[in-house]
């Protein structure tokens, strides 16, 4: 399959993605965020973890690594777990806390800075690559994994007119 390229030219069309994102999750994906500051990652997020039923305010784990929140997951009750492993000064302190364990097949794993936690952290089934392009970003999901290619398979996006 090949990857999922778009052009995102505002916060709209982020959000929008994200909503698209969250309709295609399978329990137990992971998926890896790669982009510098300020391409992306979190508002991403924040738009796939609001559309997956959280009513609440969605924060950057930027101090404590991980935000784990109750969502919907293909129609049932599950788990989107957040990190941000950019504060993380090895991939021991990954194992340390005990977050490898989050990746157990059923809750969904999103890390921002995956790098990090190389190479302690399980490998992503969706790789997203995130820049800035102009006022815009320039967004790839590449499936990595049967799980990402589902994802992808079922990924539904329209950007908003």
């Not at 992971?30 to 997956?52: C, F």
């Not at 930027?62 to 957040?82: A, K, M």
């Not at 997203?128 to 539904?156: N, T």
Request: glycine share 10%; net charge negative; hydrophobic share 40%.
């Amino acid at each position: 399959m090949q990857p999922f390229k778009a052009y995102l030219p505002d916060e709209s069309a982020t959000i929008a993605l994200g909503q698209a994102l969250a309709r295609a999750l399978q329990p137990g994906l992971v998926i890896y965020l790669h982009g510098d500051l300020g391409a992306g990652k979190t508002a991403l997020t924040r738009a796939l973890i609001q559309a997956s039923g959280h009513g609440g305010t969605v924060k950057s784990p930027t101090y404590t690594l991980s935000e784990p929140y109750r969502v919907s997951i293909d129609g049932q009750p599950g788990n989107i777990i957040h990190y941000d492993l950019y504060r993380m000064s090895s991939p021991e302190e990954f194992l340390d806390a005990g977050f490898r364990d989050d990746f157990d097949g059923r809750n969904v794993c999103i890390v921002e800075w995956p790098e990090k936690g190389e190479p302690v952290l399980p490998p992503p089934d969706v790789r997203v690559l995130l820049s800035v392009s102009g006022l815009g970003r320039e967004v790839e999901l590449q499936a990595l994994s049967q799980l990402g290619l589902l994802c992808l398979d079922r990924l539904a996006y329209a950007p908003p007119p």
